[in-house]
T-cell receptor
Framework: EAEVAQSPRYKITEKSQAVAFWCDPI?????LYWYRQILGQGPELLVQFQDESVVDDSQLPKDRFSAERLKGVDSTLKIQPAELGDSAMYLC??????????????FGEGSRLTVL | GESVGLHLPTLSVQEGDNSIINCAYSNSASDYFIWYKQESGKGPQFIIDIRSNMDKRQGQRVTVLLNKTVKHLSLQIAATQPGDSAVYFC??????????FGAGTTVTVRA
């Protein structure tokens, strides 16, 4: 069964360091999402791509976060510099089309970030 | 703040009983809702969805009910099993293209 791949699963870093997360969506899925999930809370959308274009990045802290999906396939989320409050699970998801057509997003297992 | 939320953060249920998980939303214009299940250490998994032109939708052992009058939806799980222990999120479609998740309800199944 096709899955969304994410790496690394776990990352521990010191504040002010740079961090990068990678996501490979299910083949053929045009829409890719990065969500942040703080412990005990629901996922919060950071950025949404349709192919290689950003559909929504209104909740992405652009002073320190960046995301790209250059060829419309895999994607990278970067944080520089990391802050203590960035400690969270970073979830990548993909879907065939925009969420309005199907609410079925396929999530990866996430990358858990701890900032010391 | 969040427009989608759940009434109770935790629910304990006896194995074999039915579970009911509730969710309230504030945007009366919302027309598409989805339930997700998140097991420990994993990403959320789609369970079932419902559009506002329906009041009820059934899946395998699950039923979602939508009450647009009071802006409330619920997820019913029949004959709850140990594998149903997880955090359940309701999600709402915003702006026709993005999902907003509520805070979640943790379901614990007692043997």
């Amino acid at each position: 069964e096709a899955e969304v791949a994410q790496s690394p699963r776990y990352k521990i870093t010191e504040k002010s360091q740079a961090v990068a997360f990678w996501c490979d969506p299910i083949s053929g899925h045009a829409t890719l999402y990065w969500y942040r999930q703080i412990l005990g809370q629901g996922p919060e959308l950071l950025v949404q791509f349709q192919d290689e274009s950003v559909v929504d990045d209104s909740q992405l802290p652009k002073d320190r976060f960046s995301a790209e999906r250059l060829k419309g396939v895999d994607s990278t989320l970067k944080i520089q510099p990391a802050e203590l409050g960035d400690s969270a699970m970073y979830l990548c998801a993909s879907s065939l089309g925009l969420a309005g057509s199907t609410g079925e997003l396929f999530f990866g297992e996430g990358s858990r970030l701890t900032v010391l | 703040g969040e427009s989608v939320g759940l009434h109770l953060p935790t629910l304990s249920v006896q194995e074999g009983d039915n579970s009911i998980i509730n969710c309230a939303y504030s945007n009366s214009a919302s027309d598409y809702f989805i339930w997700y299940k998140q097991e420990s250490g994993k990403g959320p998994q789609f369970i079932i969805d419902i559009r506002s032109n329906m009041d009820k939708r059934q899946g395998q052992r699950v039923t979602v009910l939508l009450n647009k009058t009071v802006k409330h939806l619920s997820l019913q799980i029949a004959a709850t099993q140990p594998g149903d222990s997880a955090v359940y999120f309701c999600a709402e479609l915003e702006d026709d293209y993005k999902l907003s998740f509520g805070a979640g309800t943790t379901v614990t199944v007692r043997a």
